[in-house]
């Protein structure tokens, strides 16, 4: 059973910067796609970015294009979500997620990290 294990979450201040990470505990195909999604407080999932495993390929919310970025370093397994410029909005519980298709389709999710943006 593969596991995804998100890190870095944490408290930040509004302007500052966060690193999340997502190891997954085997090694995705090249047809897979790693997603990040975040729920915020009273409201429901929503999408982030995804990355495909096999290639280069990345896709961002709308909202977020310019201040987040997804990467990953396959040697590790891993899976990268690089936040600039938080803002309080940003606060949420982020995922990440194993699917096939880079907005939906996700079967295999991690537990989640806490982001909270406060000054």
């Known amino acids: 059973q593969v596991q995804l294990v998100e890190s870095g979450g944490g408290s930040v201040q509004p302007g500052g910067s966060l690193r999340l990470s997502c190891e997954s505990s085997g090694r995705p195909y090249s047809s897979h796609v790693i997603g990040w999604f975040r729920q915020r407080p009273g409201n429901e999932r929503e999408f982030v970015a995804s990355?495909?495993?096999?290639?280069?390929?990345?896709y961002y919310a709308d909202s977020l294009k310019g201040r987040f970025t997804v990467s990953k370093d396959t040697s590790k397994n891993t899976v990268y979500l690089q936040m600039n410029s938080v803002i309080p909005e940003d606060t949420a519980v982020y995922y990440c997620a194993r699917g096939t298709s880079p907005y939906d389709d996700y079967r295999v999710w991690g537990q989640g990290t806490q982001v909270t943006v406060s000054s």
């Open positions: 990355i495909r495993w096999g290639g280069t390929r990345t």
